[in-house]
């Protein structure tokens, strides 16, 4: 007789202990001090406005298509993943949220900081460097958990399709996997949207009512 077929286990999660671990739980709140920065610090222009929106804006843009695909799974306190997505943006790139996440940063230092001065370049220079520490910790731990998850259909995926830059084109559709889903946009982006909104009005203001902002001849 036929011993019944066990449902295949869950990938261990990432160790409690890793440090890892608790820079992902607390990836959100570490970007805050970006935040914090360009709007005490930052002195725009109109045109470093216009420009920097519009590259935040795409960022926000990327987010949302991402996010339509992974689920509500991108705001866990921990690393989990109910299947491997591997259509949408994650067939051009495997991090298209971390990507997203740096246009915004990028498009809202350029908004709050009239290029060019030397505050731009500080100001860069610090997002730069927060932005490469929380991922450059919490990637490899994203990707370890994948690895152990999915085993050669993520290896296999690595090597096709790279981390940040789209350069080796669309994955093949026989190879994507994952639907487009915009019902969790509402629940899951709501936390980003509120912070696009906030940091755009933040630009207007200086720009209007503080009037403390930059003129570039």
Avoid: H
Wanted: glycine share 6%; proline share 6%; with cysteine.
């Amino acid at each position: 007789m036929d011993k019944p077929k066990q449902a295949p286990q869950p990938a261990p999660p990432a160790q409690a202990a890793d440090w890892r671990a608790v820079v992902f739980k607390n990836r959100g709140l570490l970007l805050v001090p970006v935040a914090l920065a360009l709007v005490v610090l930052g002195r725009p222009s109109a045109m470093s406005a216009l420009i920097g929106i519009a590259i935040a804006a795409c960022g926000e843009l990327l987010r949302i298509w991402a996010v339509g695909y992974s689920g509500a799974t991108t705001r866990a306190d921990v690393v989990t993943a109910p299947q491997l997505v591997t259509a949408g943006p994650y067939a051009l790139m495997r991090n298209p949220l971390y990507v997203g996440n740096a246009l915004i940063a990028l498009g809202f230092t350029i908004a709050f900081s009239a290029v060019p001065t030397a505050q731009f370049v500080w100001l860069l220079v610090f997002v730069v460097v927060l932005l490469v520490t929380v991922y450059a910790a919490i990637i490899p731990l994203e990707e370890e958990y994948l690895a152990r998850a999915f085993g050669m259909r993520y290896t296999e995926y690595t090597t096709l399709v790279p981390r940040f830059i789209p350069w080796k084109g669309e994955l093949a559709k026989s190879k994507q996997q994952g639907k487009w889903n915009g019902s969790v946009i509402g629940s899951s982006e709501i936390t980003t949207l509120a912070l696009f909104a906030l940091m755009t009005l933040a630009v207007i203001l200086k720009l209007t009512v503080l009037r403390d902002y930059t003129v570039v001849l």
